[in-house]
């Protein structure tokens, strides 16, 4: 998958209108339901930017251009075609989105140069910063200095370009009306964390081992240490038994025989280890021990 079509599945279909992204009605989005089909209808736009236009699809504004000659549309393996334009227009989820992959298609010059006019590379991006740079530049619009797209955000592309975390996530933040758009500024900081290789990998704790003899007693005593610890210490004390986790443990190392472990504890005979059915003695190792 090119990273327009992955900007566009994962990113920019969800945030500019869910519903139709996830075939469920919508009066806001204009997302209606037409026999077994989910189809997009014209809906007032959001924002003042826009306001008292109509908007369609993924926030495709309706312009006299669109009136007249019919929507761009681009399918995924790039055949361009026109969707003419009615005022009853209905448009199916596959037309809306070849229209708004015709919007993100016809954006990318114009991105390429405000890259290069911030002292970027566009064509040198990796996916993630390439989808930054067009989704600022389709979804941003006009600052009070009149900069609209990426010129409206400098200091956050000077983050991106320069590969500074500590600037671009400061200066990222979109806003409408006065309000922070927060699931877009959230699903843009993901972004921007693998578009600059900041991820933080998970980690997996590595379970302990245990001594294969255990007692089922069960004590009141509560640890305070890991249970190596635990177990260290009892052995720095020469302690044939320790508590942990309101369970009883030997001392005794795989290695050991019994009589090894005897002379450990300074004891004449062989350890017997508590199991159930009562005290038992053995040696199961039979090659030649190595002492710790």
């Given at each position: 998958?090119?990273?327009?079509?992955?900007?566009?599945?994962?990113?920019w279909?969800?945030?500019?209108?869910?519903?139709?992204?996830?075939?469920?009605?919508?009066t806001?989005?204009?997302?209606?339901?037409?026999?077994?089909?989910?189809?997009?209808?014209?809906?007032?736009?959001?924002?003042?930017?826009?306001?008292g236009?109509?908007?369609?699809?993924?926030?495709?504004?309706i312009?006299?251009?669109?009136?007249?000659?019919?929507?761009?549309?681009?399918?995924?393996?790039?055949?361009?075609?026109?969707?003419?334009?009615?005022d009853?227009?209905?448009?199916?989820?596959?037309?809306?989105?070849?229209?708004?992959?015709?919007?993100?298609?016809?954006r990318?010059?114009?991105?390429?140069?405000k890259?290069a006019?911030?002292?970027?590379?566009?064509?040198?991006?990796?996916?993630?910063?390439?989808?930054?740079?067009?989704d600022?530049?389709?979804?941003?619009?006009?600052?009070?200095?009149?900069?609209?797209?990426?010129?409206?955000?400098?200091?956050?592309?000077?983050?991106?370009?320069?590969?500074?975390?500590?600037?671009?996530?400061?200066?990222?933040?979109?806003?409408?009306?006065?309000?922070?758009?927060?699931?877009?500024?959230?699903t843009t900081?993901?972004?921007?964390?693998?578009?600059?290789?900041i991820?933080?990998?998970?980690?997996?704790?590595?379970?302990?081992?245990?001594?294969?003899?255990?007692?089922?007693?069960?004590?009141?005593?509560?640890?305070?240490?890991?249970?190596?610890?635990a177990?260290?210490?009892?052995?720095?004390?020469?302690?044939?038994?320790?508590?942990?986790?309101?369970k009883?443990?030997?001392?005794r190392?795989?290695?050991?025989?019994?009589?090894?472990?005897?002379?450990?504890?300074?004891k004449?005979?062989?350890?017997?280890?508590?199991?159930?059915?009562?005290?038992?003695?053995k040696?199961?190792?039979?090659?030649?021990?190595r002492?710790i």
């Open positions: 998958m090119n990273y327009i079509e992955k900007y566009l599945d994962n990113f279909t969800i945030n500019e209108n869910a519903p139709l992204a996830e075939g469920k009605i919508s806001k989005g204009g997302v209606i339901k037409e026999g077994d089909s989910i189809v997009a209808v014209p809906f007032k736009a959001t924002g003042k930017v826009s306001e236009q109509m908007e369609i699809g993924y926030g495709h504004l312009t006299s251009n669109d009136k007249e000659n019919g929507f761009l549309a681009i399918t995924s393996t790039g055949e361009r075609y026109r969707i003419p334009y009615s009853d227009i209905k448009l199916s989820q596959k037309q809306t989105k070849d229209i708004a992959r015709a919007d993100i298609i016809t990318i010059p114009t991105a390429k140069n890259i006019a911030a002292g970027g590379n566009y064509d040198e991006f990796n996916d993630e910063k390439k989808m930054l740079a067009l600022y530049e389709l979804n941003v619009g006009k600052d009070k200095k009149g900069n609209s797209g990426i010129a409206a955000f400098p200091n956050f592309f000077k983050g991106i370009i320069e590969n500074k975390p500590e600037i671009a996530l400061s200066e990222f933040q979109r806003s409408s009306d006065g309000k922070l758009m927060t699931k877009r500024n959230n900081k993901e972004l921007i964390l693998d578009a600059l290789n991820r933080q990998p998970a980690t997996i704790a590595k379970k302990e081992e245990e001594p294969k003899e255990v007692e089922v007693e069960v004590s009141e005593v509560k640890p305070a240490e890991t249970f190596k610890q177990f260290a210490a009892a052995r720095g004390n020469r302690e044939g038994e320790f508590t942990f986790g309101g009883k443990y030997n001392t190392l795989r290695e050991e025989t019994p009589q090894q472990y005897a002379a450990f504890l300074s004449d005979k062989p350890v017997q280890v508590a199991k159930k059915g009562g005290p038992i003695e040696d199961p190792y039979k090659r030649q021990p002492f």
